[in-house]
């Protein structure tokens, strides 16, 4: 055998070798994405119908666009107005943030402003502006949203129905607001993307190890935050003010945490305008890949390569005409269990909004996740006005 024939036939048996592991990372994956859909299975009923004192916290800079749209969802909330207090910490605004908070404080005695001048060392800045609004309320339930959350009327008291002596956090769905009508393919195909990471944070949660949820629609007690001493280790990273907290509330308490399920608990939000911002969105949610707990980190490992061996996979088409058929059945078999889970979670979640553009999803995901997961390691990302 020449030396050519033995580079051809080592580079031939890499390929093989190469959808060896590829079917057998898809089957490992099947199978343990079709563990986490019996998450699904699982509707938390609501427990009480008591009206705890409830801290509604935002934290606003420079949100002159979206403070007015906010406040007038949050003054409408269906909840007794003696058990309920808006807390918005103006966190160092230089537009008319801080204008349009005092006009609304003026009208609405149930809001309160705190206004931040400056940050402190070691600690982020969204993250010390919770951490002051939480020190500053009695409130037995804190309720977490953005300013560009837009909940329902009945958003409060369907969050804090869920709670009771063992349930210390609750976290919920924020999709994307559209107008379906008239949404572009990228603001739909976003707000499909987005269902995908709150199926998992649903499944997860359901099947007893939550691992993700956002910082638009999550509640916890205040006593569960002062247990764990706010945000501990973390404080001082610029991302985590939700899921890292999470986290720590799995690891470290003996709360129980759940998911609120039905439409009367979404917040809607709205999606990255521009694709400068979701660059950056998507980089800091990537970034805390090597913050979770090991296994979860583990996991996440696993799925980044198994995408990445898709998306080199057509590279051996040219040489390895045999290949063609193992990286048909990988990539179907992916398909059909991806599918499969979402199409749960889209029901689960009451949203079957963009369920149609799947199959386009699937396809650009898999460079999306590599793209992402690389560069999140490497990259700094900006937050705001704040770079990290």
């Known amino acids: 055998m020449t030396v050519e024939n033995l580079g051809f036939a080592t580079y031939f048996n890499y390929w093989e070798l190469h959808f060896f592991v590829l079917i057998l990372f898809t089957i490992m994956y099947s199978v343990g994405l079709s563990f986490l859909k019996n998450g699904l299975s699982k509707k938390y009923r609501v427990i009480s119908s008591a009206h705890p004192f409830v801290s509604i916290i935002v934290c606003m800079h420079n949100e002159e666009k979206n403070i007015s749209a906010c406040l007038d969802k949050l003054i409408q909330q269906d909840y007794p107005q003696e058990a309920l207090e808006i807390i918005v910490v103006d966190d160092r605004s230089t537009d008319n943030t801080g204008i349009i908070l005092s006009t609304y404080c003026q009208k609405y005695p149930l809001i309160r402003q705190i206004t931040i001048t400056e940050t402190k060392d070691g600690f982020a800045p969204?993250?010390?502006?919770?951490?002051?609004?939480?020190?500053?309320?009695?409130?037995?339930?804190?309720?977490?949203?953005?300013?560009?959350?837009?909940?329902?009327?009945?958003?409060?008291?369907?969050?804090?129905?869920?709670?009771s002596d063992n349930v210390g956090m609750v976290i919920g769905y924020a999709p994307y607001k559209t107008d379906s009508g008239s949404a572009s393919f990228w603001t739909r195909l976003l707000s499909f993307e987005y269902l995908s990471q709150a199926a998992v944070a649903a499944a997860t949660c359901g099947i007893g190890f939550p691992v993700t949820c956002v910082g638009t629609n999550m509640a916890y007690k205040k006593s569960v935050?002062?247990?764990?001493?706010?945000?501990?280790?973390?404080?001082?990273?610029?991302?985590?003010?939700?899921?890292l907290f999470l986290q720590r509330v799995r690891e470290e308490t003996d709360w129980k945490i759940v998911y609120a399920t039905g439409i009367n608990s979404h917040v809607y939000n709205e999606p990255p305008r521009t694709w400068q911002k979701f660059y950056q969105q998507r980089i800091r949610y990537a970034s805390k890949g090597f913050k979770y707990p090991f296994k979860v980190t583990i996991i996440l490992i696993l799925f980044y390569f198994l995408n990445l061996m898709l998306l080199i996979s057509p590279?051996?088409?040219?040489?390895?005409?045999?290949?063609?058929?193992?990286?048909?059945?990988?990539?179907?078999?992916?398909?059909?269990?991806?599918f499969n889970f979402l199409n749960s979670a889209s029901s689960y979640l009451e949203d079957k909004r963009y369920l149609t553009l799947f199959p386009i999803a699937f396809i650009l995901h898999i460079p999306y996740v590599v793209f992402f997961g690389v560069l999140a390691q490497g990259m700094s990302f900006k937050w705001g006005d704040h770079t990290s």
């Open 126 to 163: 969204k993250k010390f502006a919770i951490d002051q609004a939480i020190k500053s309320t009695q409130a037995e339930i804190i309720l977490l949203t953005d300013a560009d959350g837009r909940p329902g009327s009945l958003w409060t008291k369907q969050m804090t129905s869920y709670f």
């Open 225 to 243: 935050y002062e247990k764990l001493e706010g945000f501990g280790k973390y404080k001082s990273l610029h991302t985590g003010d939700d899921d």
């Open 315 to 338: 590279l051996s088409l040219f040489n390895c005409t045999h290949c063609l058929l193992p990286f048909i059945a990988a990539l179907f078999l992916k398909a059909a269990t991806d």
